[in-house]
């Protein structure tokens, strides 16, 4: 279904006495093949098993990632300009999740008054560098999914990992009362759809049966602060989760520990 057309060549169709079998089973074109798909197929099979096969991000798993890293790309700038890649991406995906686009109470932070010595003058070299570190443009929805599109089965399970990471570090640090800053509902439900798109089920289940599990204390530390996110906020946040424990239960129901752990939450 997905594999690119096959180009009509030749100017007449052939006899039907004299088949050409030279041109119905020609492949087609590997320059027409979109994206890195088209110079990986050129690989051998190994290679192209080694670049998308997925590997656990966990630090027990730390060595087999490295070395996954040392025979694709060996030890130079290759392997450096791959991690380059996965951190960049990775960055504006954090940019966007640690955007404070959520405000669960109404504290301000205390005005601290300037002192005039501090004001400088933005003039001469010091206005110019000024003007040139000012902040990139801010990375949108569908640019980071356009890039994420073309990393490997291996880099986007390793992108998921890591930001959903992220949000859970967010959610857990709200509910013990270290922060006043939660994930926007649409931002976790970016993420449910870049760890979709990537197949990693698995991962998703169990991403979001651990948002499920701090609900309650979100809620809980959400009344506490008398904010206005009470009984809205974690309303809309599990009805993403039960949507997608809905949609994947086959998946589901063939782990009873994942299984015990949403009737628990």
Do not use: W
Not at 73 to 102: P, S
Not at 236 to 243: D, G, T
Request: some cysteine; proline content about 6%; glycine content about 6%.
């Amino acid at each position: 279904l997905f594999s690119p057309t096959m180009p009509c060549e030749g100017k007449g169709s052939p006899s039907p006495e004299k088949p050409d079998v030279e041109k119905e089973v020609k492949p087609p074109p590997k320059e027409k093949i979109e994206g890195t798909l088209g110079v990986l197929y050129d690989q051998p099979r190994h290679v192209q098993y080694a670049t998308h096969f997925p590997i656990p991000q966990e630090e027990s798993c730390s060595h087999e990632c490295n070395q996954r890293l040392v025979v694709l790309f060996g030890v130079g700038k290759q392997r450096d300009d791959a991690r380059h890649a996965i951190k960049k991406i990775t960055k504006d995906i954090l940019k966007v999740l640690n955007r404070k686009g959520t405000a669960e109470t109404d504290q301000l932070a205390p005005i601290v008054p300037l002192n005039p010595g501090d004001l400088t003058f933005l003039g001469g070299e010091d206005g110019q560098k000024r003007r040139r570190n000012r902040p990139e443009a801010f990375p949108t929805a569908e640019d980071i999914f356009a890039k994420f599109q073309h990393l490997s089965h291996y880099d986007q399970h390793q992108v998921t990992a890591q930001v959903s990471r992220n949000v859970l570090e967010q959610i857990t640090s709200f509910a013990l009362g270290m922060s006043y800053h939660l994930p926007l509902v649409q931002h976790v439900q970016f993420i449910f759809d870049l760890m979709e798109y990537s197949l990693s089920i698995s991962g998703l289940i169990d991403f979001a049966i651990q948002l499920l599990n701090e609900l309650s204390v979100v809620e809980a530390e959400l009344l506490l602060k008398s904010s206005d996110l009470v009984g809205s906020y974690t309303t809309s946040l599990c009805l993403c989760i039960v949507a997608v424990l809905r949609h994947y239960h086959a998946c589901l129901i063939l782990n009873q520990d994942q299984m015990a752990q949403v009737f628990e939450g």
